[in-house]
């Protein structure tokens, strides 16, 4: 992608804008697409929008807020004719991903996610602190339309919350990742990645639908995904098991079977949140540790040249170091 500031083609600020705004709608009709009532208002387990705008803004610059209020405009719109409520609600999907973002860049966050506090920051200010603007203003302007009575607030609120930050858990990472992802991957590891698609394949729908309540049968995936393929294997496999449990949540099969609206919800979203943060974080661990490993190397290699060059009487060569934005990235590959 280009970077927002880049302003060498005209119109490419429009164009990225519009195509932020129908990437943000797209992805809130896929969303809607699944859905559960909650206090007698209907939210949806996972908003992919606010992981498309958090992921937009990263890599294209805050400049691109205006496409996430359009796009957000548009998903209210498909609904129904917008009310006075729209002003808040678009105000609260737009001001939590721009929040997001202000924090992410605050605590130093890389968009590689090669390091633990980058998992955290996204975590906890890109996701649980930030969601919170959404979730206030969107409950808040219902209640105050009479749309929804007051007592059923903090269990909306809660459920749109969770929603929010599910969306910037699963699917920001995913699009940040596909921005630095190369192809096609080395043929070394086609053989495992064939594999571990099978047995996801073949795990995911069965934990997901099986009555003997097997979702915990996931967890043995993530964790073979995240170690052999670091974040491209840990966040897709964490996408497709949240999707597949959605699906059976809102269709009550499965180990959702015989649960009310509320526990499904809450099962759901326990469910959908820990394996997220195992992916994310566990797989950025591993990143981290392996760019140590290799840094090290890369320094005991070093010193043996210089090692080299005194036994031999010569001056050793002095390195340059490279420059800051030329430092080596961790691939997705394994060792």
Request: contains cysteine.
């Amino acid at each position: 992608m280009v970077p927002y500031q880049d302003p060498r083609r005209p119109g490419g600020y429009a164009i990225r804008l519009l195509a932020v705004a129908a990437c943000y709608y797209g992805s809130a009709r896929l969303g809607l697409m699944r859905e559960l009532a909650v206090e007698g208002a209907v939210v949806t387990p996972i908003w992919p929008p606010t992981g498309v705008a958090v992921a937009a803004l990263l890599l294209l610059g805050l400049g691109c807020w205006p496409a996430i209020t359009v796009g957000a405009l548009l998903a209210v719109w498909s609904l129904g004719t917008p009310g006075p409520d729209v002003v808040g609600i678009l105000f609260g999907q737009t001001v939590a991903p721009v929040t997001a973002v202000l924090l992410l860049r605050r605590s130093g966050f890389r968009t590689d996610i090669s390091r633990l506090r980058d998992g955290l920051a996204l975590v906890f200010l890109g996701a649980l602190a930030a969601m919170t603007i959404s979730a206030t203003f969107g409950v808040g302007v219902l209640v105050l339309t009479g749309k929804l009575a007051p007592q059923a607030f903090w269990a909306v609120w809660l459920a749109w919350w969770v929603g929010d930050a599910m969306g910037v858990l699963l699917v920001t990472p995913v699009l940040l990742l596909l921005r630095r992802t190369t192809w096609p991957p080395p043929l070394g590891r086609w053989r495992e990645a064939t594999a571990l698609v099978v047995v996801a394949c073949a795990l995911v729908p069965l934990a997901a639908y099986s009555s003997l309540s097997l979702l915990f049968l996931v967890y043995p995936l993530i964790i073979w995904a995240a170690l052999r393929f670091q974040l491209a294997g840990g966040m897709l496999c964490a996408l497709l098991t949240s999707v597949l449990a959605t699906v059976a949540a809102t269709d009550a099969a499965g180990a959702f079977a015989g649960l009310s609206q509320i526990e499904i919800m809450a099962k759901l979203q326990a469910f959908n949140g820990a394996m997220a943060l195992t992916a994310l974080l566990l797989s950025a661990v591993i990143t981290e540790q392996r760019n140590t490993r290799r840094s090290v190397e890369q320094a005991c290699k070093e010193l043996v040249e210089v090692l080299a060059h005194l036994t031999a009487g010569e001056a050793p060569q002095r390195r340059t170091p490279p420059p800051a934005g030329d430092r080596p990235r961790e691939t997705d590959g394994g060792p």
